[in-house]
């Protein structure tokens, strides 16, 4: 087996891990960095239209989920209720979004985007076509197809050891 040392990058190489082989642990740091770069660049993109990162999830949440609760919102975001109310706060300071109570049940607050949060979420699709452009949109239909497959096949093994 191949012995590397890290280079002092940004990325760890990952190599020697008792009981995988060679191709396993290539792959595992070669996904690794995929998952980095994509994080970096998503931030970079957002971040230069002033976006924060807990605020792209909630307003992609709102504006699929219109009148969504907190509490749902808090589980599809696997997020405590308390940082959700946080961010809630934080975007509705902003006039991102508007609460109201619930015509038929009172004691529920319904989450709506303002006209800025529409705007706002907008932009933010803007940035993702950008992003997917920049990135999947490089790769040929074949090589889209062929990531997507193994992709769904490594959600799958993932998903069954939860």
Same mark, same amino acid.
């Given at each position: 087996?191949?012995?590397? =040392?890290?280079?002092?990058? /940004? ?5 020697? @891990?008792?009981?995988?082989?060679? /191709? #396993?642990?290539? !792959?595992?740091?070669?996904?690794? *960095?995929?998952? *980095? ?6 931030? $970079?993109?957002?971040?230069? $239209?002033?976006?924060?990162?807990g605020?792209?999830? %909630?307003? +992609? ?7 969504? @609760? =907190? ?5 599809? !975001?696997?997020? &405590? ?6 961010? +809630? ?6 006039d991102?979004?508007?609460?109201? #109570? ?5 004691? +529920? ?6 006209? $800025?949060?529409?705007? !706002? ?7 993702? &076509? =950008?992003? @997917? &452009? ?8 074949? /090589? =889209?197809? $062929? ?5 769904? +096949?490594? %959600? *799958? ?6």
């Amino acid at each position: 087996m191949r012995r590397r =040392q890290w280079d002092g990058g /940004q990325e760890p190489v990952f190599f020697d @891990i008792p009981g995988i082989n060679e /191709q #396993s642990t290539v !792959l595992f740091h070669n996904f690794f *960095r995929a998952i *980095r770069l994509h994080h970096q660049l998503m931030f $970079k993109l957002m971040s230069e $239209k002033g976006f924060y990162p807990g605020q792209s999830a %909630c307003l +992609l949440i709102i504006a699929n989920y219109p009148g969504i @609760i =907190q509490r749902e919102m808090a589980e599809k !975001l696997r997020k &405590a209720a308390p940082t959700v109310a946080v961010m +809630l706060e934080k975007m509705e300071a902003a006039d991102l979004i508007v609460r109201r #109570s619930d015509e038929e049940d009172r004691r +529920l607050v319904r989450i709506f985007l303002t006209e $800025k949060g529409k705007a !706002l979420y907008d932009e933010q699709n803007a940035v993702l &076509a =950008q992003f @997917i &452009a920049s990135t999947f949109g490089k790769m040929s239909s074949e /090589q =889209q197809s $062929k990531l997507s497959d193994l992709l769904e +096949l490594f %959600c *799958r093994f993932a998903a069954e050891e939860l």
